[in-house]
C-alpha cells in the first residue's frame, strides 16, 4: 500500500469512528463528500478532482465496509466518475451508473427525429440516484453510454444490507442524451466495472476484518470455566483460520493494486475477498456465542454487509469463470 493510501485509510477510519453509525448511511455521507471530497477521489485533477488511483480506492472502499457504510459511494464517486473519466467528461453532479455487470443489456435505445429515448429495466442500483442516470443501452445492436435527467422509475428492491437499499430503474421511451457509443461506450463501462469490482472486493475486505477484530475481542473478554475462551485450543485453532482466510484476501487486493486495478486483478480480488467476508462473518456469529445471534449485535449488520456486497456485482463464481476466460486468452 501506497503511503498516500495508507494516511487517507488511516484518517478515514478516525473520521468514521467519530461520525458514522451503522445502517444509518446517508447522514455521513455529505461529510464525506463535502469535508473529504471523496466524491472526486477517482476523478482527473483537470476536472477538479483528487486524482487517485486503485491504492487508494482498495484503502478508502475497506474503511467504508469495515465502518459499514452505505450510501452513493460505489455507483456514484466510483462507477460514474470513472466511466466518465474514461470518455474525458466533467464529472456531473451526483451522477449514478445504472448497470449491473455479467448482466444481459436490458436498456434498448431508439431515435426517433433526432431525439433519443430508452426503454427497458436495470437493477438493482446501489442507491437512491440523487442526480441523474448513466445508462448503458443497446441501440441496434451498437452500444451506448446514455445520460438521462429525468424521467426514469424508480422502485426499492428487498435488501439483506439495512445500510444499502437497492432500486431498479425503469424506462419508457424517456429522453436521454448519448454520451458515446460503439467502443468508448463499452470501454466507459468496461472500466467503471473493473472500479466497481475493486471498491466492493475491498468493502469486503474491511467488513471481514472488523468481523474478526470483534471476534479475537471477544474471545479475550468472555470467559468460561473461569478462563477467556481465547485460551482453549479449539478457539484458537479457529481464530487462526480465520486470519490466514483475511490475509489471503487483504494479499488479493494488494495484488490487484499492483496490477493496476485491470481485471485480472478486479476478478480475483472480488473472489478471495467475498469468500473471506462471508466466512468470517458467519463464524464470527457462531463464536460469540448467545450473544451472536441477537439482532442488535454489530455481527449482524457485518454479516448482512458481506453477503449483499459478495453478489452485488457478480458472484464469485461468475468472477471465476471471467478469471479463467483471461487465463485461457492467455
Known sequence: MSETAAELGAALRDFLAAHAKPVEAEPVWPRLRDELGLAGLLVPESHGGLGLGP????????????AVVGGPFVPTAVAAATAL???DLPPATAATLAHRPFAATRVRASTVDGAVTLTGTVGPILAAPP?????PADAGGTPVLCRVDAGATLTALPSLDLSR?????EFRDTPATVLAEGDRAAEAVRRAELATWLALGSECVGVA????????????????????IGAFQAMQHKLADLTVTLEVARSAAEFAVR??????????????A??????????AIQLHGGIGFTWEHPAHVLLRRAHAAAVLAGTPDQHRRALFALLDEE
Open 131 to 135: 442526480g441523474p442516470l448513466l445508462v
Open 165 to 169: 437499499p437497492g432500486y431498479r430503474a
Open 209 to 228: 476484518g472488523h468481523a474478526l477484530e470483534l471476534t479475537v475481542e471477544h474471545a479475550r473478554t468472555r470467559h468460561q470455566f473461569g478462563r477467556p
Open 259 to 272: 496490477r493496476g486495478g485491470d481485471a485480472a486483478g478486479a476478478h480475483t480480488l472480488a473472489v478471495k
Open 274 to 283: 467475498a469468500e473471506a467476508a462471508v466466512t468470517i462473518t458467519t463464524e
Open 55 to 66: 491504492a487508494e480506492l482498495v484503502a478508502v472502499a475497506a474503511e467504508l465496509g469495515r
Open 85 to 87: 473519466s474514461t470518455l
